[in-house]
C-alpha cells in the first residue's frame, strides 16, 4: 500500500482526521440536506465510488436563494471587523484542517498530493487576503461642486457562485472569501466530480461563526441545466461568478442577461508561452514546468502552446526532456507521485487525440506520451509539432508540453494573439526592450515575464477575449461583489 494512503475503515471510508468533516449532503441554512434521489461520486484513479451527495433540483435551488435572500438582510450590515474575524478564523481552521482538505482534494479530483497540500495553502491565502481586505471597503468624498457628492460601496447582494473541479477549495475559498469581506451572502454550485472539498470548506465557514444562510451549498448532477438556469434568472440573484469553460460561461451570460445581473467569468485558456533566443534557459525550463504540469495540466493558465526560437530550440527541448522524464505519474496518494490521473476518461481521451494529432502531422515524442491507464497519462513532451495542429486551436487541459519553432519576433506575436481566448500568456527573454513590448502586445489579462507563476492572492486574476471578464484577487477582487453607489449632499439656498 502507499505510503500517504489513508488509513481508510468503514466508519471512516475516506481516513479523515476529522470523519465529520466528509459530507455527503447539500448545506442550507446551515443544515445538511439529504434527498432521496443522489449520484455518485467517483476517485478518478480507480473509477471506484467514494460517496453519494443528493441530487438537488430546481425546488431546493430556489430554497437555497431564498434562504440567502433572508440571511442577507442582516449580514449586509455585519461590522467590518466582525466580517475580518470570520475570515481571520476561517483562515486558520483551513490551516488547522489542512491534511482533511488535501486528502479530500486527492480523493476526488485525483491530483497527486504535493499538489493538493500547495492547493489548500493557496485557498488559505485568499482567505487571509480577504480578511485584511474586508475592513479596507472605503469609499469617495468628490468635492469639486457646489454639492458635496460622496461614493459609497455597498454589498451587492445574494451571488451565485459556479466553481469548477479543477482547484475543489482554490476556487470556493476565492469567490466565497470577498462575498463575505463584504457582506453579500451566496449560494454556491458545486461540481458533481468534487462536491466534498467545497462542502468541507463551507462546513469550516460555520465552524468559523458565520450565520447560517449565509453560505448554502447546492449539489446537483442530473438537474444541472435546470439548476444553473435558476441561478442565473432568478431575480433574487444579484450577481453570478463563474470559472469553468468558454462554452458554458457563453450559456451563463446569455441567461443572466435576462435580468441583467453583474457577472464575473473565468474560462477557457490556451495560453502561448515563448521562449526567445535571448532567454535564460534554465529559467524557461523551471517556468515551463511551473506553468504546464500544475494539476496534471488541468489549469486553465496552463501553457498550451510552447513557442520556441529555432536557434535554442534543440537545447531548451533536451533540457526540458531530461527534467520530464523524472516525473512520476500515478494515483494521487502513491508516495513519490508527482502527477495525478485527469478527472475522468474524456478529459484522458482528449490529450491522445492531441497527441495523435500531433503526430500525424510530423511531430516526435521526446518523453512520456503513455497512457498508463483510462485516466493515467505519462507527462509527456512532444517536440517537431506544427503550428497549426488541434492543440493550438483547443486547450488540451492535460500533462501534454508541444514545442513549436519559431524565427523571428514578429511570427511569433502573431502566432500568439491568433486565439479567440485571452487568459495568461508567457515569455522568457532578457531583453528589457523586448520585455516591456512582448508584454504589452500579447492579448490577454495575465503576463508572466520569465516565470511560470503568476497565480496569487496579492495581484487580480482575470482574462480578456472568450477567456471572461471580471477580476479575483488583489485589490480588484472585492469590486466584484460590491456596487457604488452616488450621494450627493447639497446645502440650504
Ligand atoms: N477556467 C477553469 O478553471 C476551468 C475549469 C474547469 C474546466 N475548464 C474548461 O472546461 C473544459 C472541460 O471541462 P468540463 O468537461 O468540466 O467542462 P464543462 O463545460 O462541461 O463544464 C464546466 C463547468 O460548468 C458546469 N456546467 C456545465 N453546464 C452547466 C450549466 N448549463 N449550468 C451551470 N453550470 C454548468 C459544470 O458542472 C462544470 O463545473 C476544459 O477543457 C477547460 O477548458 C476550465
Ligand atoms: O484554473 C483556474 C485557476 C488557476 C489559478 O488560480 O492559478
Redesign the pocket.
Known amino acids: 500500500m502507499p505510503t500517504l494512503f489513508p488509513n481508510t475503515t468503514p466508519e471512516n471510508p475516506l481516513g479523515l482526521d476529522d470523519p465529520t468533516l466528509f459530507i455527503q449532503a447539500s448545506i442550507i441554512n446551515g443544515e445538511h440536506i439529504t434527498r432521496a434521489a443522489t449520484f455518485v461520486v467517483d476517485d478518478p484513479a480507480t473509477g471506484n465510488s467514494i460517496g453519494t451527495c443528493p441530487d438537488m433540483g430546481v425546488d431546493d435551488v430556489r430554497t437555497a436563494i431564498d434562504t440567502a435572500h433572508s440571511a442577507f438582510q442582516s449580514f449586509r450590515a455585519t461590522p467590518p471587523l466582525q466580517r475580518q474575524a470570520y475570515l481571520t478564523k476561517l483562515h486558520s481552521l483551513i490551516l488547522n484542517n489542512a491534511d482533511d482538505l488535501a486528502r479530500l482534494i486527492v480523493w476526488e479530483n485525483g491530483k497527486a498530493w504535493p499538489d493538493a497540500v500547495t492547493e489548500v495553502a493557496y485557498a488559505a491565502s485568499y482567505v487571509q487576503w480577504f480578511a485584511g481586505e474586508a475592513v479596507r471597503q472605503n469609499g469617495e468624498v468628490i468635492a469639486a461642486t457646489a454639492n458635496r457628492s460622496f461614493v459609497i460601496k455597498q454589498p451587492i447582494g445574494v451571488c451565485a457562485l459556479?466553481?469548477?473541479?479543477?482547484?475543489p477549495i482554490g476556487?470556493i475559498a476565492r469567490k466565497v472569501a470577498p462575498a463575505l469581506a463584504t457582506g453579500c451572502t451566496a449560494v454556491v454550485?458545486v461540481?458533481?466530480?468534487t462536491p466534498y472539498t467545497n462542502l468541507a470548506f463551507v462546513e469550516l465557514v460555520h465552524r468559523a461563526g458565520v450565520p447560517g444562510g449565509v453560505v448554502n451549498v447546492v449539489t446537483t448532477h442530473k438537474h444541472?441545466?435546470d439548476?444553473?438556469?435558476e441561478?442565473?434568472t432568478n431575480t433574487k440573484i444579484a450577481k453570478v461568478s463563474?470559472?469553468?469553460?468558454?462554452?458554458?460561461g457563453k450559456?451563463?451570460a446569455g441567461q443572466a442577461s435576462t435580468t441583467l445581473k453583474k457577472l464575473s467569468l473565468?474560462?477557457?485558456?490556451n495560453a502561448p508561452l515563448i521562449v526567445f533566443e535571448d532567454a535564460d534557459i534554465p529559467t524557461a525550463v523551471m517556468g515551463t514546468l511551473a506553468s504546464k504540469f500544475r494539476g496534471s495540466g488541468?489549469?486553465?493558465v496552463c501553457a498550451n502552446r510552447i513557442y520556441v526560437h529555432e536557434s535554442v530550440y534543440e537545447a531548451f527541448a533536451t533540457a526540458l526532456a531530461e527534467k520530464v522524464k523524472l516525473f512520476r505519474a500515478g494515483p494521487g496518494f502513491a508516495d513519490g507521485v508527482t502527477h495525478g490521473p485527469l478527472?475522468h476518461k474524456?478529459?484522458a481521451d482528449?490529450v491522445v487525440q492531441h497527441i495523435d494529432d500531433a503526430v500525424a502531422r510530423g511531430a516526435r515524442v521526446m518523453a512520456g506520451g503513455r497512457k498508463i491507464s483510462a485516466t493515467l497519462l505519462e507527462p509527456t513532451l512532444l517536440v517537431d509539432v506544427a503550428p497549426d495542429c488541434l492543440l493550438t486551436t483547443e486547450?488540451t487541459?492535460g500533462p501534454l508540453a508541444a514545442l513549436i519553432r519559431f524565427s523571428t519576433e514578429d511570427e511569433v506575436l502573431r502566432l500568439a494573439n491568433a486565439s479567440e481566448v485571452g487568459?495568461a500568456g508567457y515569455f522568457f527573454s532578457n531583453d528589457a526592450d523586448r520585455i516591456w513590448r512582448v508584454a504589452e502586445v500579447l492579448q490577454v489579462g495575465m503576463v508572466g515575464a520569465n516565470t511560470g507563476v503568476i497565480s496569487s492572492a496579492l495581484v487580480p486574476f482575470g482574462g480578456v477575449k472568450e477567456s471572461g471578464y471580471g477580476k479575483e484577487g488583489g485589490r480588484e477582487g472585492t469590486d466584484e461583489y460590491l456596487v457604488k453607489k452616488l450621494v450627493v449632499m447639497g446645502s440650504r439656498v
Do not use: D, Y
Open positions: 459556479l466553481v469548477p473541479w479543477n482547484f476556487m454550485k461540481p458533481s466530480e444541472l441545466v439548476v444553473g438556469k441561478l442565473t463563474f470559472t469553468g469553460s468558454t462554452r458554458v450559456i451563463l473565468e474560462l477557457g485558456g488541468q489549469t486553465c478527472i474524456a478529459a482528449k486547450e487541459f487568459l
